[in-house]
Every structure is written in structure tokens, then in C-alpha cells.
């Protein structure tokens, strides 16, 4: 069974707001990767690390920034949350191709 | 760069009816195919997976894919749908780099 955790579950924020959407896994996993999902869409990549220090940003543009700290802790900030941040976002962890995703953070920003 | 397509939208089902969700995938080397399964306001949970081998795998749920390298697709199948499985189902195509290439999705209705 996967153990990976996003908090918070729903997120309704008004513009300009800083915010940190968490996402934590327990496997000891060394990849773990950030999506964005709009409804009826595919899954975009907008972030991924491969370990502790390192971090890339995905096939999607995307005004967040990310860090990793520790292997087990993968946080994604907006400084400033627009209308256009709102979305559903997926974390993400693997040890190899094969990736568990967590519950998603659906963000909407007013 | 790989991508997946999947064709179908929107596929209704009646229960107990047999289900086929199509993908097709673009890739240079062998892939790495996976199907994946949303229901509303979760994550994704992992289905089935083709690594190598044997090109028919079974998964979770009932639900098995074949691998066809000449059509390029990987297609899932379950021979008996239960109301449980109306959902969104994603396949996606893996490279040697751990990311990961997503559909946009077939949402799948089950109909009483």
C-alpha cells in the first residue's frame, strides 16, 4: 500500500495569497513529482526531484517553485495566487518508472 | 519525446458488459505503459503496468491490457463491468528518465 500524503485537501484563497500545498511520502522513495490537472485534461508535469537538493521544473510552465529538503517532504509554493492558479495539483513519488500518486490538492483561487 | 493518445472521450457501459479503453502510445524505444484509475476527487491508482515479458498483464480489479508493439497500443479490457468501476481512466507511457507521459483520459459511465 502507497503512503503518500497531500494537505490540504481543499484550498479556497483569495489573490495575491502566499500559499504551500504539502505532500509527504513514507516508502523512502528518491523521485517524487508535482502535476497540474485541469477537469477532463491530462495530467501536466510541473515539477519533479530526483533527490534531496534536487529539483527540475516539468513539461508545463508553472509560476510555483518547489525545494526538497528531505527525501520524504515535497513542497510546492505560489507566492502569489491568481485566478489562474486554480486547478487540482497531484503529488507524486516512485523508486522507479512506476509512480504513486497522492489524494491531490484542489486549489481555487477567487 | 513520448505521448499517449486516447481516443475515447466519454464511454458508456452497461452493467456486466464487457469494456475496452484504447491507447496508443508514441515512443522510440520500448515503453514503459501504465493504466491508471481517478475516481472523482482523488488520486490516481495504479491498475496495471507493462514493463517487458508477456505482452497480455493482469491487473487489479479484474482489469487486464495487451501490448501491441506493431499497432503501438496498449489497451485495457475488463469482461464484466461493475457500477464501481465509473471512473476516469488514464494511460500513460514511461521513459528511462522516471517521468511519465499521461492521456487526457476516458471517463467511463456504467449504466444500471
Keep these: 500500500e502507497a503512503d503518500i500524503y497531500q494537505t490540504p485537501r481543499y484550498l479556497v484563497i483569495g489573490t495575491g495569497k502566499k500559499i504551500t500545498l504539502e505532500c509527504s511520502q513514507t516508502m523512502g522513495h528518491d523521485k517524487m513529482y508535482w502535476y497540474q490537472q485541469d477537469p477532463g485534461m491530462e495530467l501536466h508535469l510541473i515539477h519533479y526531484s530526483y533527490g534531496v537538493n534536487s529539483t527540475e521544473k516539468g513539461d508545463l510552465s508553472s509560476e510555483s517553485t518547489v525545494s526538497r529538503i528531505r527525501t520524504e517532504h515535497f513542497p510546492l509554493t505560489l507566492e502569489s495566487a491568481r485566478p489562474s492558479h486554480t486547478s487540482q495539483y497531484l503529488c507524486a513519488s516512485s523508486a522507479s518508472s512506476e509512480q504513486f500518486f497522492g489524494p491531490g490538492t484542489r486549489l481555487t483561487v477567487l | ?112
Design chain 2, 1 to 112: 519525446a513520448q505521448s499517449v493518445t486516447q481516443p475515447d472521450i466519454h464511454i458508456t457501459v452497461s452493467e456486466g458488459a464487457s469494456l475496452e479503453l484504447r491507447c496508443n502510445y508514441s515512443y522510440g524505444a520500448t515503453p514503459y505503459l501504465f493504466w491508471y484509475v481517478q475516481s472523482p476527487g482523488q488520486g490516481l491508482q495504479l491498475l496495471l503496468k507493462y514493463f517487458s515479458g508477456d505482452t497480455l498483464v493482469q491487473g487489479i480489479k479484474g482489469f487486464e491490457a495487451e501490448f501491441k508493439r506493431s499497432q503501438s497500443s496498449f489497451n485495457l479490457r475488463k469482461p464484466s463491468v461493475h457500477w464501481s468501476d465509473a471512473a476516469e481512466y488514464f494511460c500513460a507511457v514511461g521513459a528511462h528518465d522516471y517521468k511519465l507521459s499521461f492521456g487526457a483520459g476516458t471517463t467511463v459511465t456504467v449504466r444500471a
